[in-house]
């Protein structure tokens, strides 16, 4: 089970942290990745990570998201800094098999989403 929170609205500019608390999975050694859609739109990846640790964003976020992830809380990230309102969308986590790269895999298990807004 994936439950995503952290999502809500804030202007141009802001920043928002979204987490994805994880169960029947490890995070230490699943692909995450963190993926949106907006309205109308395609869903679109976002940013993934290994159990390397290996982290890969796509370039519309590269420089002002980051995705991590606590082993501990076995729980991920994504920091948003410096927000647009083209990143206003939902928000999704997903699992995935465990490998070294995880950009394009196939995810297997998703959460429920998250809403971002972003006003201009």
């Known amino acids: 089970q994936l439950v995503e929170s952290g999502g809500g609205s804030v202007q141009a500019g802001g920043s928002l942290r979204l987490s994805c608390t994880v169960s029947?999975?490890?995070?230490?050694?699943?692909?995450m990745g963190w993926f949106r859609q907006a309205p109308g739109k395609q869903r679109e990846q976002v940013a993934t990570i290994s159990r390397l640790g290996t982290d890969v964003y796509d370039d519309s976020v590269e420089g002002r998201f980051t995705i991590s992830k606590d082993n501990a809380k076995n729980t991920l990230y994504l920091q948003m800094n410096s927000l647009k309102p083209e990143d206003a969308a939902m928000y999704y986590c997903?699992?995935?098999?465990?490998?070294?790269?995880?950009?394009?895999?196939?995810?297997?298990?998703w959460g429920q989403g998250t809403q971002v807004t972003v006003s201009s």
């Open positions: 029947g999975y490890s995070v230490s050694s699943a692909c």
């Open positions: 997903a699992a995935g098999p465990e490998a070294n790269y995880c950009w394009n895999i196939i995810f297997g298990d």
